[in-house]
């Protein structure tokens, strides 16, 4: 296959010193924020507003930047049915990885059988306040309502309350339609490019509290739920954790090796988002970063801007794990036989109800509640049995869909033929590149002025040119609109 090659000279990156950069304070936050929940429960739990706080300034900019993102990818590409076949292929890739996940943890609750001997009766299980409030979330919850609820009913609801998906929906008809405009559109495709530098600058100033808002969320995980939990269920977690990690090396290390890239060296290059994960628990803080760093790697902005924020809500490998794990776990603890055409019928209703409960605080729960369900063999009242680990599952599940998503744009910007191998080696290996012409964001850690951090995005020319290289304009609507004139 012929790829497109946009690698530049290769040099040394000269990365600051290791105190210096960002993920060695991140990790050294969270030991802390480890130690203080422990050692002082309280104040453990005191420090909840620094965590929430932090993961809400980051939520606020994932909208804006999925939705600003996907408009300036769509609106410039020449060819329109080229970005429905990159959306067909990645659902397709979506659907396959999600059936390997749930299999892989299948098999492994399957051998081990951790859920046997527990001999639960599912009459005598106490629900807690909470939990029951997701159980009746996943009770009413129908696998098609997923579908249903991508298209808002507002046009602004999207952004408010945070749903991807419908932002994504948005962000599509409006990239179209842009399209679709050509040269009328394009002051409106420029402006869209500098918001999202913008975004991404306002994104470099929040990254600076990353390391307060992980030891605030993780002081408070601790404080609240203790080390009693990980002690009492330490065979099912360990299992879960051991189950990603092999998914991980085995499945997403396969996809790259095809890719004749190393997933370990793209794990590397991701430690930054994946502290961050860590540290809150959930991915979203660490998509802007996903995005960025997948386009200085060379992915093209089209791909990146609709296959990333597409997989949070439809390429949840780390959660597929989890339900099929937690599912027959529950089974085997409420002495419940499943055969084995029951378990294909429930990975077959678990590949619907997985995707029905994206975004949703709890989300893992309702989907979980909505399977057993739907099945109606498994008691949904067993979820108690799990309930108080859910807290220590939730990085693994984090941090297993963001690799999963990482991989899945790669993947399929090679079957777009559009993926540079030997680029994306560099820049994983952390050699400096030449930017991408157009499309290659400056670096979350980069300190520039604006201006010249749009310069260096490839928006517009610097203010005062020096030459008549540099007064051309550098994006193609610019190009446009000097010719209209």
């Given at each position: 296959?012929?790829?497109?090659?946009?690698?530049?000279?290769?040099?040394?990156?000269?990365?600051?010193?290791?105190?210096?950069?960002?993920?060695?304070?991140v990790l050294t936050?969270?030991?802390?924020?480890?130690?203080?929940?422990?050692?002082?429960?309280?104040?453990?739990?005191?420090?909840?507003?620094?965590?929430?706080?932090?993961?809400?300034?980051?939520?606020?900019?994932?909208?804006?930047?999925?939705?600003?993102?996907?408009?300036?990818?769509?609106?410039?590409?020449?060819?329109?049915?080229?970005?429905?076949?990159?959306?067909?292929?990645?659902?397709?890739?979506?659907?396959?990885?999600?059936?390997?996940?749930?299999?892989?943890?299948?098999?492994?609750?399957?051998?081990?059988?951790?859920?046997?001997?527990?001999?639960?009766?599912?009459?005598?299980?106490?629900?807690?306040?909470?939990?029951?409030?997701?159980?009746?979330?996943?009770?009413?919850?129908?696998?098609?309502?997923?579908i249903t609820n991508?298209?808002?009913?507002?046009?602004?609801?999207?952004?408010?309350?945070?749903?991807?998906?419908?932002?994504?929906f948005i962000a599509?008809?409006?990239?179209?339609?842009?399209?679709?405009?050509?040269?009328?559109?394009?002051?409106?495709?420029?402006?869209?490019?500098?918001?999202?530098?913008?975004?991404?600058?306002?994104?470099?100033?929040?990254?600076?509290?990353?390391?307060?808002?992980?030891?605030?969320?993780?002081?408070?995980?601790?404080?609240?739920?203790?080390?009693?939990?990980?002690?009492?269920?330490?065979?099912?977690?360990?299992?879960?954790?051991?189950?990603?990690?092999?998914?991980?090396?085995?499945?997403?290390?396969?996809?790259?090796?095809?890719?004749?890239?190393?997933?370990?060296?793209?794990?590397?290059?991701?430690?930054?988002?994946?502290?961050?994960?860590?540290?809150?628990?959930?991915?979203?803080?660490?998509?802007?970063?996903?995005?960025?760093?997948?386009?200085?790697?060379?992915?093209?902005?089209?791909?990146?801007?609709?296959?990333?924020?597409?997989?949070?809500?439809?390429?949840?490998?780390?959660?597929?794990?989890?339900?099929?794990?937690?599912?027959?776990?529950?089974?085997?603890?409420?002495?419940?036989?499943?055969?084995?055409?029951?378990?294909?019928?429930?990975?077959?209703?678990?590949?619907?109800?997985?995707?029905?409960?994206?975004?949703?605080?709890?989300?893992?729960?309702?989907?979980?509640?909505?399977?057993?369900?739907?099945?109606?063999?498994?008691?949904?009242?067993?979820?108690?049995?799990?309930?108080?680990?859910?807290?220590?599952?939730?990085?693994?599940?984090?941090?297993?869909?963001?690799?999963?998503?990482?991989?899945?744009?790669?993947?399929?910007?090679?079957?777009?033929?559009?993926?540079?191998?030997?680029?994306?080696?560099?820049?994983?290996?952390?050699?400096?590149?030449?930017?991408?012409?157009?499309?290659?964001?400056?670096?979350?850690?980069?300190?520039?002025?604006?201006?010249?951090?749009?310069?260096?995005?490839?928006?517009?020319?610097?203010?005062?040119?020096?030459?008549?290289?540099?007064?051309?304009?550098?994006?193609?609507?610019?190009?446009?609109?000097?010719?209209?004139?």
């Amino acid at each position: 296959m012929d790829h497109v090659t946009t690698a530049g000279r290769a040099t040394p990156a000269n990365k600051p010193r290791w105190y210096r950069q960002l993920y060695f304070w991140v990790l050294t936050a969270i030991v802390i924020g480890v130690l203080v929940g422990w050692l002082a429960p309280a104040t453990g739990i005191a420090m909840e507003p620094i965590g929430t706080t932090f993961v809400n300034a980051m939520k606020m900019l994932i909208g804006p930047i999925v939705f600003l993102t996907i408009v300036g990818g769509i609106a410039s590409v020449a060819d329109l049915k080229k970005v429905g076949m990159t959306g067909l292929k990645a659902l397709t890739y979506f659907q396959i990885g999600t059936i390997c996940a749930l299999a892989i943890g299948l098999v492994a609750i399957n051998v081990f059988r951790l859920g046997e001997g527990v001999n639960a009766d599912p009459g005598s299980i106490k629900t807690s306040d909470s939990a029951a409030k997701l159980i009746d979330a996943g009770q009413h919850q129908e696998w098609w309502q997923f579908i249903t609820n991508i298209i808002p009913t507002s046009i602004v609801q999207p952004f408010v309350v945070g749903d991807i998906l419908q932002i994504i929906f948005i962000a599509v008809v409006f990239g179209i339609a842009l399209n679709a405009m050509g040269k009328v559109g394009a002051p409106v495709l420029d402006g869209v490019q500098r918001l999202t530098g913008v975004m991404f600058k306002i994104l470099g100033f929040i990254m600076k509290a990353a390391p307060l808002g992980a030891f605030g969320a993780m002081a408070f995980a601790v404080g609240k739920y203790g080390v009693s939990s990980l002690t009492s269920m330490g065979g099912l977690i360990a299992l879960f954790y051991a189950t990603s990690i092999v998914f991980v090396v085995v499945v997403l290390g396969s996809v790259m090796a095809f890719l004749r890239l190393n997933i370990f060296s793209m794990i590397r290059h991701f430690k930054e988002e994946y502290m961050l994960i860590l540290g809150t628990s959930t991915a979203e803080p660490a998509l802007p970063g996903l995005m960025r760093k997948l386009e200085h790697a060379g992915v093209k902005k089209e791909t990146v801007g609709l296959v990333v924020p597409t997989g949070y809500s439809f390429n949840l490998d780390g959660a597929a794990i989890y339900l099929s794990l937690a599912a027959l776990y529950i089974a085997q603890a409420t002495n419940t036989h499943l055969s084995i055409g029951q378990q294909l019928g429930l990975l077959a209703v678990m590949l619907l109800t997985s995707k029905g409960a994206a975004g949703v605080a709890g989300g893992g729960f309702i989907a979980l509640t909505a399977t057993l369900a739907t099945i109606g063999t498994i008691p949904a009242a067993g979820i108690m049995l799990i309930f108080g680990i859910d807290k220590f599952m939730s990085e693994c599940r984090a941090l297993v869909n963001f690799t999963g998503n990482a991989v899945a744009t790669l993947f399929i910007a090679w079957w777009d033929r559009t993926l540079d191998a030997e680029r994306v080696r560099r820049v994983f290996a952390g050699e400096a590149v030449e930017p991408v012409p157009g499309q290659d964001p400056v670096h979350v850690d980069d300190a520039m002025d604006i201006d010249d951090d749009l310069v260096e995005y490839g928006r517009h020319s610097p203010k005062h040119p020096s030459s008549a290289a540099d007064a051309a304009p550098k994006h193609s609507a610019d190009a446009d609109l000097a010719q209209s004139r």
